[in-house]
């Protein structure tokens, strides 16, 4: 596979985000030591500096037919990218900590487009599944655009592409007028009257009742005797 160096140099230094970034301890071809690197994961390319303000990339692993494990190593937290072809040779690759070994693994694990593929499946096949099990989700159909189909008239059916107009909904009978609020010499103003009027008659009759009993009380008492005369109360 033919790989342009100004695309790859390009691509490996736009501003577009990339998948991880971060130093890591790549040995060499021969195995004799390791060299610290700078190491950006775009897409199913893994590219290495020299360091991390380079603009030219020292090379670039092409992740696909590829698997990433563990490995014992002198360097700690190290694992391998190991081609199954067996063209290309393993790449030893060492982190500066186990949150980085993990990262990387994982990272460089999901970045081939084998991967991507076998999640695409299996997406499809859960919609799928799901689209089975609730057929009351489907999309509606849309209407057509016949609404009416009219009885038919000279013996041929009459069709209608027009909607038939609503019919016009009862009106309501019109509020009775509000009444008007009654004036200061109205009806309140004769009704005061007559209860100041009949006020004073009540009190003048209740007056005259209280002077009836007041005379009734200093009348004599007259009592039958034996001898058929009368005789009067004893004063005191």
């Given at each position: ?89 393993p ?5 500066d ?35 089975e ?55 309140l ?14 009190q ?33």
């Amino acid at each position: 596979m033919k790989l342009n160096e100004r695309s790859l140099a390009f691509y490996a230094t736009c501003d577009a985000p990339v998948d991880n970034a971060g130093f890591l301890h790549k040995r060499g071809a021969r195995g004799a030591g390791s060299h610290r690197r700078w190491f950006v994961l775009r897409g199913n390319m893994l590219f290495y500096f020299e360091s991390e303000a380079s603009r030219e990339p020292l090379g670039v692993i092409l992740l696909e037919g590829c698997t990433v494990e563990l490995v014992d190593a002198r360097e700690e937290f190290a694992f391998a990218v190991r081609f199954a072809s067996g063209r290309s040779r393993p790449y030893v690759l060492a982190a500066d900590s186990q949150a980085a070994l993990e990262g990387w693994v994982k990272a460089l694990s999901r970045a081939s487009f084998h991967y991507l593929r076998l999640v695409v499946h299996e997406l499809e096949q859960q919609l799928a599944a799901m689209r089975e099990r609730s057929p009351a989700n489907a999309l509606p159909t849309s209407p057509s655009p016949v609404s009416n189909l009219r009885p038919k008239e000279n013996g041929r059916a009459a069709w209608s592409v027009l909607p038939e107009k609503p019919t016009a909904a009862p009106q309501r009978p019109p509020l009775p007028p509000r009444r008007r609020a009654s004036a200061p010499n109205g009806p309140l103003a004769s009704f005061a009257q007559l209860h100041e009027r009949y006020g004073l008659e009540v009190q003048a009759l209740r007056s005259q009742w209280r002077g009836g009993q007041a005379g009734l009380a200093g009348l004599e008492v007259w009592h039958p005797s034996s001898s058929g005369g009368t005789h009067t109360q004893d004063q005191p």
